[in-house]
């Protein structure tokens, strides 16, 4: 045993991770591993299996070199995020930590907690127990991956990752790591997803939230219809195409059924002659409005919506209309002031929002049809939706409708990706698509039963893929319409105590003020042709700005989050200047800072300008 190595990683690994310090330091060295001398005097590892038969996981000649030539060849000068399935006696990381920015994040994911304790005994580790950006974790279950990067989580977005593996260790406990790295990169998949819906939507959020104040003032919540339909058969209706097949079969049910649309399923079910008990939207652009006929929708049906959509839908459904709450920080920011209005988690997508408001009402089965998830003859539409009517109204004699939808389809371009349906025959879905399919699958649980009646699509793991008549006749053969039809009568409105409300916004008015104010008078100093004196000058104003911007917590995440693009941009700008290998006070140096100032400052002003401007304008809606 080399305790010199033992006593000094082990007091290095107490200061970053005092709870894996206890459980490491207890434990007895692997059975399985053996270290010996290499031919460069660097200790090697060896894996022994279960007869006694040795192989070499480290080179017997040079480990150091060979994890030096594999790092190498990955070409990682340029990344500042590393994820390493494999620790081993530390080689690889010791030389990402070597090669790599001093600012890095590098998280070690190790299956085998007693190899870990070999190697804190055989091999000096201090120098990555010591690195700031190191994290390591040893036997996580996959499943927790969520919480393990959620601090990390823009970063390795935004940022990227580089994926290294110490390849012998990962064959060793193959189903382990692929299980790892499938849920690594799901997670980031669908926070991409959530990324790009705020990058493009933004703006359109802010904007949205704002106009719809007043509507979810006088809107009931989800909160008061909780478990309200306990054991009740819901069938949720999406418009994919494959709804074309059997939306006439919904009819024959209707009175056995919760029938819950979403919104661009609404006009097909309604002009086959169907009346959904709930139509749920939270699209934020304007062309969701397309899926309603606000003449008429209004008095057939109940809206399910949050602040996300654009205020003419609530505003139509004046006296049928139920809010619940957006995860979105502006908001969450109104909702902390105000009483809940009741949530249905994270969501991505409005099918997945009708999922779990079935769940929430405590409904079983939950029936899924028109949830393709999928092309169907370059289509991703059934027959009636506002994107199908638009198509044949640019039918012409030399545009048929199979031209428009391949227009369509190639539109897609990269993110289109092959898959296998329900019939085991290849198909066209999405990037998207495929992310949806895993949210849908980590949604479901064992409580309830589940059917994909599709018949169509991609199939959904955990769910059961019988046809919509087959799930008809074998769970909705008893009438519920009774419970269905007094739902509503558990809707109350909630009595706000407004005063509180009106104090936060006026301080968070004169907050934006503070930092309009310093902002200006920087713009104002600065034209953006200064010399390089003055762009030194400029970037200490700007430094000086940022922290008192980070003074005003709430003030900042409402900027933050009101232009999303505009951010991720400086954030990836100043990611990569916080981690270049250019010397401080260089001049390509300041002129990426300030380049990278300069933009953020004229961000900073609109964004101010119109929250302030938008929150002034509240003020009335929550008087008493």
Known sequence: MNNTFRNKNLLFLKKKDPHLYEWISSLKTSKSYTVKDSKSGLPSLIHIDKAGNKKQIDSNYDPLSEASRYIDSLNIEESINFIVLGLGLGYQVSEIIRTSSKKANIYIFEKDPELLALAIQESDLSEIFKHQGVKLFVDIDPLAINKVMESEQTNFTLNKYCLIKQKALVNKNVKYYSFLIEEVEKFFKETSINFETQRVHSKLYYKNIFQNLRSLKDSPGINFLKGKLQNVPALICSAGPSLDKNIQLIKSARESIFLIAVATALKPLLYNGIKPDLVISIDPDEKSIKSFDLSKDKNNTWLIYNA????????????????????????????????????????????????????????SPIILIGQDLAFHKKRLHSLHTFHQDESIRYISKFKPLYYLNRIKYLNFGNNLTSCEDIFGVQIISTLAMNSYNHIFSNSLDSSKVFINSTEGGVPIKGMNNISLREALYNYCNISVRQQCNSLMNFLQTNKEHLNSLQESILILIKNLEHIYQTAHTINMKYPDDTKLANKQLFIKDMKNLYEQITNYKEAALLIQNYDFSGFSDWYRSNSQILNTKKTPGESALINEEFERDYKFLDMLLRSVKYLQINLKKTIPIYKN
């Open 308 to 363: 996300s959509v654009p205020c003419v839908i609530p505003n139509s459904f004046l006296n049928k209309r139920i809010a619940f709450d957006l995860d979105f920080y502006l908001a969450e920011w109104f909702k902390n002031r105000l009483q809940d209005k009741g949530s249905l988690g994270k969501i991505y997508s409005v099918a997945h929002s009708a999922l779990n408001l079935a769940k929430f009402l405590d409904c």
